[in-house]
């Protein structure tokens, strides 16, 4: 069982940054793949970035060249550095982490989920 708790959401006009943090309950290092999911008022929830272990990266199209997705892992935390913020990335962002079998690209089965943080981005 891993506890996932996110923070660093807010309110923010377009063109500013925010960075979210998610604390892991326990030590996943490789042994879990970790992601951002979002999901705003009336949509489908969609992965936005997600890290293979300690290096890989993949990214949504939607956020290429403004985000970025790292990991600590002596923190146990992941990160999501978000900057050019347009009012479309308004949503509950949440963190997710599994392991790697349960991946595919930005999809996740059988994920642990945080809670959410909202992020919410005025024009």
């Known amino acids: 069982q891993v506890q996932l708790v996110e923070s660093g959401g807010g309110s923010v006009q377009a063109g500013g940054s925010l960075r979210l943090s998610c604390a892991a309950s326990?030590?996943?290092?490789?042994?879990?793949?970790m992601g951002w999911f979002r999901q705003a008022p009336g949509k489908e929830r969609e992965g936005v970035a997600v890290i293979y272990g300690s290096w890989g990266t993949s990214y949504a199209d939607s956020v290429k060249g403004r985000f970025t997705i790292s990991k600590d892992n002596a923190k146990n935390t992941l990160y999501l550095q978000m900057n050019t913020l347009r009012p479309e990335d308004t949503a509950m962002y949440y963190c997710a982490a599994a392991q790697p079998q349960n991946w595919s690209s930005l999809r996740c089965e059988s994920c642990f989920w945080g809670q959410g943080t909202q992020v919410t981005v005025s024009s």
């Open positions: 326990l030590y996943t290092s490789n042994n879990y793949y």
